[in-house]
């Protein structure tokens, strides 16, 4: 993972791989995450440090996606961590993953970032200098030899090259659906549709679950 | 699905529901400014059909994040937990489905009797106040504070028997004193900084589904603020804005005074 991961004795944590963060007990729920999460919330800093493993190179790398100056990143990206130890204890698992939870949180953060500190017209000329194409190609160059992430970028394949653009464009740009319907020159309703259609698809490819 | 077709960038405008349910997917994926944000987080409170369209879009979205992962900075893990070990952590919420809807803002919410009942649980003491992010506002947590005192004293025998009482520091100069019986809410602020023409301290109340709109703060002769509602909801976050329009309906100004219980 590329940090200086400091063990404490009798506690294994191997980055990147939430299920064996998890101990016996957390194995009996479905998300393993979702108990670190718990646990977390009633000040268990281990349980905190195991979710750190599990998901900030996700929160990283999708935070540095978005703002694309590492340094900016790193300060965002610890902020978000930061923030998840925090309101841990807002977390409802009626509403979806811990992991979904957390990456929300992180993107909105990243989001909100991006579009207080540039104003539109630099972040139209970055859409414009960058291309719809590179944006994609960057994601997916940055992509790691996960399988989540391989099975990701091949969902995003299934879409058509205008939910793509428009998927990629929202999320990873940070644009709002009116920025991408100005940098794409589209109307508004088409770029509205293209982000829901695009996100069905890559649902149902990706077998998310109802 | 077509009402705002036409010219690109074209603002919509439209506020029927038709309107709302196109913006779902682009709200899972933050593409949506805070006006329209807020509008689909109301829209959300009502139509579970949107909040499980949300849910699976939400989990989706989070899967294009994982797709990107990248190994962070080295020293960056030990920072965050130093950090950490010194944060201090947003208590427990009650127990209580809250189904649909994403949590970074809003989404159907049912606010359930064990929430009532651990904001009856609080009465009569003088409650630890925490920081819910609309920003980030300072807190102060206040035992022996005389006057404040006194003026709970004086409000909650208005209210008969009283479910909390809170203090808080505004964000400017000033100090507010509340007291909440049921949906009864009291608020006295004092030493606030007086607003240039037409401004108005307003008052929100804060739920799952976001920001409700109640009174404005009336200042009194002796230059402290008043504010009186029965609009109060056990669970609500309290917060005060400086508002140029004192009947807009979301907030619109810099946040001076937040509480929650």
């Known amino acids: ?210 | 699905m077509s009402q705002d077709d036409g010219l690109p960038g074209a603002a919509g405008g439209h506020d029927g529901d038709d309107d709302v349910h196109t913006l779902i997917g682009a709200y899972a994926l933050d593409a949506v400014d805070d006006v329209e944000r807020a509008r689909v987080e109301r829209h959300l409170a009502g139509c579970p059909a949107c909040a499980e369209e949300l849910r699976s879009f939400t989990e989706t979205a989070g899967l294009l994040g994982s797709a990107v992962a990248t190994a962070p900075p080295a020293g960056m893990r030990a920072a965050v937990l130093a950090e950490v070990s010194r944060t201090r952590q947003l208590p427990p919420v009650a127990a209580g489905p809250a189904p649909g809807g994403r949590v970074a803002g809003g989404g159907a919410g049912i606010r359930s009797a064990s929430r009532a009942t651990r904001w009856l649980a609080a009465a009569a003491s003088v409650l630890l106040l925490a920081c819910v992010g609309l920003g980030s506002l300072a807190w102060t947590y206040r035992q022996q504070v005389d006057q404040a005192r006194a003026t709970a004293a004086g409000m909650s025998q208005v209210l008969a028997d009283p479910d909390a009482m809170m203090e808080a520091d505004f964000t400017t100069a000033g100090h507010g004193t509340m007291v909440v019986s049921g949906q009864r809410f009291m608020l006295v602020a004092s030493d606030l900084p007086d607003l240039p023409g037409g401004q108005v301290y307003k008052l929100w109340f804060i739920d799952e589904e976001g920001p409700r709109p109640s009174v404005p703060l009336r200042r009194q002769d002796d230059g402290r603020y008043l504010a009186e509602t029965d609009g109060f909801r056990p669970g609500d976050q309290v917060a005060i804005t400086v508002e140029a329009d004192p009947d807009t309906q979301v907030p619109q100004g810099d946040v001076v005074m937040q509480a929650s219980a």
Do not use: C, N
Not at chain 1, 148 to 170: G, K, N, P, S
């Open chain 1, 1 to 210: 993972m590329g940090t200086v991961s400091i063990l404490r004795p009798g506690r294994r944590t191997a980055p990147g791989s939430p299920a064996t963060s998890a101990t016996a007990l957390d194995a009996a729920s479905g998300d393993p995450l979702a108990d670190l999460l718990h646990r977390t919330s009633l000040g268990d800093e281990d349980a905190f440090a195991a979710l750190y493993d599990a998901v900030a190179s996700s929160v990283y790398g999708m935070i540095l996606r978005v703002l694309r100056d590492p340094a900016q990143t790193e300060e965002v990206a610890q902020e978000v961590m930061v923030d998840l130890w925090r309101q841990a204890s807002r977390y409802d698992p009626q509403r979806g993953s811990a992991r979904a939870w957390m990456l929300t949180i992180a993107h909105r953060r990243a989001v909100d970032r991006v579009r207080s500190a540039q104003s539109s017209s630099d972040r139209e000329d970055r859409a414009g200098r960058l291309g719809q194409d590179r944006e994609f190609d960057e994601v997916a160059e940055a992509v790691e030899t996960r399988m989540e992430a391989q099975q990701v970028r091949r969902a995003l394949q299934v879409l058509t090259d205008l939910q793509r653009e428009a998927v990629t464009l929202a999320y990873y740009g940070g644009y709002t659906h009116r920025e991408v319907s100005e940098l794409l020159e589209v109307p508004l309703g088409t770029v509205k549709t293209r982000l829901r259609d695009g996100l069905i698809r890559l649902r149902d490819e990706m077998g998310v679950g109802a």
